[in-house]
């Protein structure tokens, strides 16, 4: 017996097994048959099978190589022997003949015609929904199988044995009637009258309920009759019992009242919950509201904010099951609730309601029709972490959706427009951080800390504290403490999501760089997150996009990604330079400059928006004096886009996309033009400064100096345009960068060690006489001048009103409906023009003086004047809000500037007296106004505006004669015989260079701020540290900043036990004083923003620094100059001490300090009495006359001020009559102890005796017991006096006269009412004694 192969034996071991196998002759254990053709007609098919012939396998003659592989011939179909294929036959329409598979049912479906039917609703019914068909309805009756088969199987076995049974004659339907109110047709048709069961009276004339309505006419009877006789057939095949029970199953389900009877088969069914049956019931009409009570707020699925009684009907979606059910809509609990929900559409679908809701909000639509703010809400109710749950999310829909509503509650698209179109202004590039301010104020310390440093220092607080409590202050620091940043990049780097999502999640990325430097670099150093963003969205080759849809953002070049990494740069030149040198961003650069938008193979509109973001990214670079070595690669480039300007400046209409990229284009070469100008940074010791120093810039001065040519051409192109206000707008930004780029390369070729002088003086002179003369004589450029007020937020201040919804924690501009035309930011502004007009002008006036003359002139304009003359005057400023810092911001550009100008041509004694004092007003009020980040602004304006001789007129025109005039006429020689302001006045003037040196040595900001903001005014690139201006929480100067000094000296002076040099406190003093003087008597309104009491305090201060100041004679003098001028008839009943003064925390507080510095040191100082007896008057709080004559009585003996001195009326203190009892009682107890005697204190001693004498002769009925009880002692007191001069004042006073010696008149005999009174009283003294009190 052969034995099997086993696993081991080779190829040639089989061979042998064959070969045994043959020799051996065994049978087979398998035999061959070979089969003959399929069709059985061949000429071999009466060949016997072969059994001898076997199948040998040989490997001599095989190849070495497979065979190659190729396709087998396609095999053609046979037909079968007895039924031959005919040629003209076509197999399709054979088979389609022959075919029983469903579809060919489905091909003879006849859509139904619908042209003419009117839609009816279905009608309610009383149950939810059909009955259901139970099994246990046809178990009954059938008989029991063999084996055992599933209830499907019997179903179907059931029903195959009922279709197949065939009706007898004699099986016929009792008594089947027509249904109850089925129409029936008396005259039966010929074909309707074979249409009857056997052996049934009840004959089917025709289909009843069937008609064919809805079908075309033509084929309406005909399949109506078909479906009639289908019916007919199915009926006569059925059994009369089973016809019987699906009747009754039929009326079951049509009895509406029918009740519901449980069957035992039924789970859990035994009780009707009747509850739980409610939602299927009608909505309950809507209720009109009666009252004006408040009414939960609903929303569409649009974020529209439903009307309480608007009645929408059903199919909406807008009515659910929850509260208030019959209202249309969800409130903002319902949408927070829906976002948890299980089902992800749902949770989408709550997400996108609530983003439009928060779009609309933003936008104002909801106006004042809500009590509250929706975004306050949403974020005191968690709305925040619900969207960072959500981008957790494992739905892609739910994820884009909290993306988009994470968009809308961070990003106002009306901010970044904005930003965007103001990014060519004077120093538009720089913008304020969107962040709120800081509770906590940072120490001077910290102030001289370097702002790069200081963004990235954290507190420990900071990093301990949860994000809900980081939230609740910042909405921002919350969202990046929660892992934002991470998550974003895997969407971005993982999911590929699609274009709508990716621009969501970059815009979301440009607001948090837009936060601040601290943001920004965590942004920049959020791992892989700018590398996914450059290598996807920023690629250097890509496939052509045509108009329309992206299907993918991926691997296409993005606008949007572009500005991202400009913002970014924005924030730091530390973030620049890693972004320039670690992106790969100079290739990027080239590659999307280097070519036209229109040859980019982009979108038009995203092409010309990729190139303008490209020109600002590296326009930022250059504000550090980075990139320059680009320049030179792309120089052919820069001039090729420079020729063809006034090419595109004539198409009408200008395109604004393009004009932005041209205004790009222009501040991109004003930039590396100062750049060229710039001069190496110098070795600084300082830490702080040396941050700031960079290596010299690549750019020179041969590589820039043929823009001029080139440039100018385009700004003479646009000034012919000014006289059309349509064109004008449309190439707006485009001569504003004109004028800017000609400003820089002045100043840049005027620092040229190399360049001739008088080369540049030429150009200048012929610039002025070709170009900025004639422009400054055009009508059109005095109705820009005129605007000025109208577009003006300091003259409007409402044009600054907070946004709608603007919660602390978010900060936004509040733009998103757009500024209007005639608004600061509006399409009609004349602000960035006028401002960078005035910029070449002081850049030209500056480098060449003989032409101030000749340009100053536009200082005459009566629009600005008109502007100046409302600005200074006094109103009420725009609340701080971002967008009113961020437009204030600008409008004091324009306004520093032309003080700058006219300063110059005061300087030259060429501006008139009139627009002097105007101008010395105007630098005075901008001076108080500025803005962190106008550091240099404001130190400008002190050293060479307000402190200037020539714009104080006054002093040559009879001012301070004029006040020594006014001091007699006012006051009299004899009321205060130390104030002669005419000489005080004429030394201050001569004192000016002394008092400017004392407010730049207490004025002046943190010194880091002020180089910074020196770095970007000046154009010294490399020392800018970065775009982003300081936070703007209040003016750079207080409001009192006049004091400023004073107050400085007054902390001192607390904090040095030892004492000040007195050389240095009556220098500061005085110079205080001579500046304070000047700015009451010359310009008040300066002073209008300081309150008289605040002024009070701040001359108190004088008297406190230390025991000696006040008697100097020069201090003497100033301070009753001052307090002459403090009470005056027009500013006096403007003396409010009740009310909060700025930089005091209590006014009785400070004058209880000033009490007990008085009794100490005064030694009977008349100046100082005074100031001690001006707040006693009666009108002022009653804590203050307390606290003299309760806890200081000592002080009354040194008050001897004479009543001819005392600088108010006598009157201010004896009317009205005084009422406070304790008060009264203390007057009456220093009068009898003779404490307050008439040669100590003559003032208050007239004082107490008029009020004691109103008080003991009151007869006032309504008074109370203890009063009525108080007086009868107080008098009886008084009539007992053992002083005879003190009795006779206090009961004959009169009326008060400072006159007399005594400061009041008496009378010479009582009134007969007094003379009763006092009668009646003292007999019952005599009787009874003295009444104690």
């Not at 098919?45 to 396609?74: F, G, I, K, W």
């Not at 109506?224 to 199953?249: C, K, S, Y």
């Not at 538009?428 to 370097?450: H, I, R, V, W």
């Not at 730049?1000 to 020196?1014: D, F, M, V």
Request: aromatic share 6%.
């Amino acid at each position: 017996m052969l034995s099997r192969p086993k696993p081991g034996e080779s190829e040639m071991d089989l061979l042998r097994f064959q070969s045994q196998f043959l020799a051996a002759g065994a049978a087979p254990a398998v035999q061959l048959v070979k089969k003959g053709n399929r069709g059985g007609s061949d000429a071999n098919s009466d060949r016997p099978p072969l059994q001898d012939h076997r199948d040998v396998v040989m490997l001599d003659n095989l190849p070495d190589l497979p065979p190659a592989l190729v396709h087998s011939p396609p095999k053609r179909a046979r037909s079968s022997p007895g039924h031959p294929l005919p040629e003209d036959e076509d197999p399709e329409e054979k088979l389609r003949r022959h075919d029983q598979h469903i579809t060919a049912v489905l091909t003879k479906i006849i859509e139904r015609d619908t042209s003419s039917v009117t839609v009816n609703l279905p009608m309610p019914s009383g149950v939810a929904f059909p009955a259901v068909f139970h099994r246990s309805q046809d178990t009954q009756g059938k008989s029991a199988t063999s084996g055992k088969r599933s209830i499907f199987a019997q179903e179907i076995a059931a029903r195959r044995i009922a279709e197949a049974r065939v009706p007898s004659v004699g099986e016929v339907v009792p008594n089947l009637g027509p249904p109850e109110g089925a129409v029936t047709c008396e005259t039966p048709t010929p074909r309707d009258q074979g249409c009857q069961l056997p052996g049934s009276s009840h004959s089917f004339q025709g289909p009843n309920l069937v008609t064919g309505k809805g079908l075309r006419d033509q084929e309406a009877e005909q399949e109506a009759q078909t479906i009639h006789e289908e019916n007919i057939a199915r009926l006569q095949a059925m059994a009369p019992e089973e016809i019987l029970q699906e009747q009754q199953r039929l009326l079951a389900q049509l009895a509406l009242a029918l009740p519901v009877t449980p069957q035992k088969e039924w789970l859990h069914m035994d009780t009707v919950e009747l509850e739980k049956l409610h939602w299927t019931q009608d909505l309950p009409p809507l209720r009109r509201q009666q009252t004006q009570e408040r009414m939960q707020a609903r929303f569409s699925l649009q974020g529209e904010l439903l009307a309480p009684d608007v009645d929408l009907p059903t199919h909406l979606g807008l009515h659910h099951h929850g509260e208030e059910a019959e209202r249309a809509g969800y409130s903002l609990q319902e949408l927070f609730h829906l976002t948890r929900s299980q089902v992800s559409q749902q949770r989408a679908l709550a997400l996108h309601v609530l983003a439009q809701v928060i779009s609309r909000a933003q936008a104002g639509e909801f106006g004042d029709r809500l009590a509250g703010s929706v975004l306050s809400l949403l974020l005191d109710a968690g709305f925040l972490f619900l969207l960072r749950f959500s981008l957790d999310d494992r739905v892609d829909g739910v994820i884009a959706t909290a993306i988009r509503a994470l968009r809308a509650l961070l990003v106002a698209p009306g901010d970044e427009e904005l930003l965007d179109s103001t990014f060519s202004w004077y120093h538009g590039a720089l913008t304020f951080p969107l962040m709120p301010s800081q509770e906590d104020k940072e120490d001077e310390d910290e102030d001289e800390e370097c702002p790069a440093e200081k963004a990235k220092r954290k507190s420990p607080e900071e990093e301990s504290r949860p994000p809900p409590d980081l939230a609740r202050h910042d909405v921002i620091k919350g969202l990046l403490a929660t892992s934002l940043l991470p998550r974003l990049r895997y969407l971005l780097e993982v999911t590929y999501p699609g274009p709508a999502v990716v621009l969501d999640i970059l815009a979301v990325l440009i607001r948090l760089a837009r936060h601040s430097l601290e943001s920004a670099t965590r942004v920049l150093e959020c791992p892989r997150l700018i590398e996914t963003i450059v290598r996807e969205f920023l690629p250097t080759s890509w496939s052509p996009v045509g108009a329309g849809p992206t299907p993918s953002l991926y691997k296409v070049p993005c606008a949007t990604a572009m500005k991202l990494l400009r913002v970014l740069a924005s924030a730091g030149r530390n973030i620049a330079a890693r972004l320039l040198s670690s992106f790969d961003l100079r290739s990027r650069l080239c590659r999307f400059i280097a070519e036209a938008p229109q040859e980019l193979a982009l979108p038009p509109e995203e092409a010309e928006t990729l190139s303008t973001e490209a020109l600002r990214l590296w326009a930022v670079a250059a504000s550090y004096g980075q990139g320059g070595d680009l320049y030179r690669e792309l120089y052919p480039v820069l001039m090729r886009a420079l020729q063809v300007v006034p090419q595109e400046l004539s198409t009408h209409p200008p395109q604004p996309l393009s004009m932005q990229r041209i205004a790009a284009l222009l501040t991109l070469l004003t930039q590396l033009t100062l750049a060229a100008g710039s001069t190496p940074a110098e070795a600084i010791s300082d830490s702080a400064e040396a941050s700031l120093s960079a290596t010299p810039s690549l750019v020179t001065w041969t590589q820039v100096s043929g823009l001029q040519p080139l440039v100018e051409p385009c700004l003479r192109q646009t000034l012919k345009l000014l006289s059309r206000p349509e064109m004008w707008r449309a190439v707006g930004p485009v001569p504003v960068a004109c004028l800017l780029f000609l400003g820089a390369y002045y100043q840049a070729w005027s620092q040229q060690p190399s360049s001739c002088p008088e080369d540049w003086l030429q150009d200048m002179e012929r610039l002025s006489e070709e170009l900025l003369l004639p422009l400054l004589s055009q009508p059109t450029l005095g109705g820009l001048w005129d605007s000025l007020r109208h577009c003006s937020p300091l003259c409007n201040p409402l044009s600054c009103a907070p946004a709608p919804e603007a919660p602390p924690s978010l900060v936004s501009l509040g733009c998103s409906g757009g500024c209007p035309s005639l608004s600061l930011a509006g399409s009609a502004s004349p602000f960035p023009f006028l401002t960078a007009l005035l910029s070449l002008l002081n850049t030209l006036t500056q480098i060449h003086k003989g032409l101030c003359g000749q340009l100053a002139a536009i200082l005459a304009a009566p629009g600005l004047q008109n502007y100046f003359l409302q600005c200074v005057a006094p109103g009420a400023a725009p609340h701080l809000t971002p967008f009113s810092a961020w437009a204030l911001r600008h409008e004091y550009h324009l306004q520093y500037l032309a003080l700058a100008l006219a300063q110059k041509a005061a300087a030259l004694q060429l501006l008139p007296a009139p627009h002097a004092a105007l101008h010395h007003g105007m630098a005075l009020a901008l001076l108080s106004r500025l803005l962190p980040g106008s550091e240099h602004l404001a130190h400008e304006l002190l050293l060479s505006c307000v402190f200037r001789l020539e714009l104080l007129p006054e002093r040559t025109s009879g001012g301070p004669e004029a006040a020594d005039f006014s001091d007699q006429l006012s006051l009299g020689s004899s009321k205060v015989p130390w104030c002669g302001q005419g000489s005080l006045l004429a030394q201050a003037c001569q004192d000016l260079p002394s008092i400017r040196s004392c407010y730049l040595t207490h004025c002046l900001p943190a010194r880091a701020s002020l180089l910074a903001s020196q770095a970007l005014h000046r154009g010294e690139l490399q020392r800018v540290p970065t775009l982003l201006l300081p936070v703007p929480t209040e003016p750079l100067l207080p409001t009192d900043w006049p004091f400023l000094p004073l107050i400085h000296l007054y902390h001192r002076a607390s904090d040095t036990p030892s004492g000040l040099s007195p050389m240095d406190t009556v220098g500061t003093a005085m110079r205080v004083l001579q500046w304070v003087l000047v700015l009451e008597s010359w310009r008040p309104q300066a002073l209008w923003a300081v309150p008289p009491a605040a002024r009070l305090a701040r001359l108190m201060c004088v008297f406190l620094v230390d025991s000696e100041l006040f008697r100097e004679s020069p201090v003497q003098h100033l301070v009753a100059a001052l307090l002459a001028q403090l009470c005056q008839p027009q500013i006096l009943p403007n003396l409010n001490l009740d009310c909060p003064l700025p930089g005091l925390t209590s006014f009785p507080d400070l004058y209880a300090n000033f009490l007990d510095h008085f009794e100490a040191v005064s030694f009977g100082d008349h100046l100082f009495g005074a100031l001690v007896l001006l707040p006693l008057q009666r009108r002022f709080s009653v804590t203050l006359r307390l606290a003299l004559f309760g806890e200081h009585v000592g002080a009354l003996r040194a008050l001897s001020l004479p009543l001819t001195q005392l600088p108010v009326s006598l009157e201010c203190y004896t009317v009205p009559p005084e009422d406070n009892l304790a008060l009264l009682q203390l007057y009456f107890r220093t009068l009898a102890t003779g404490a307050l005697r008439p040669h100590w204190c003559p003032v208050l001693y007239a004082v107490a005796v008029a009020h004691v004498n109103s008080f003991i002769f009151s007869q006032d009925p309504q008074s109370s017991d203890e009063v009525k009880a108080a007086r009868r002692s107080m008098l009886q007191k008084t009539w007992l006096l053992a002083d005879e001069g003190l009795r006779q004042h206090l009961l004959h006073y009169k009326l008060p006269n400072s006159t007399l010696p005594e400061g009041f008149e008496l009378y010479s005999q009582l009134p007969p009412l007094r003379e009763h009174y006092l009668q009646r009283l003292t007999s019952t003294v005599l009787q009874n004694g003295v009444s104690e009190t």
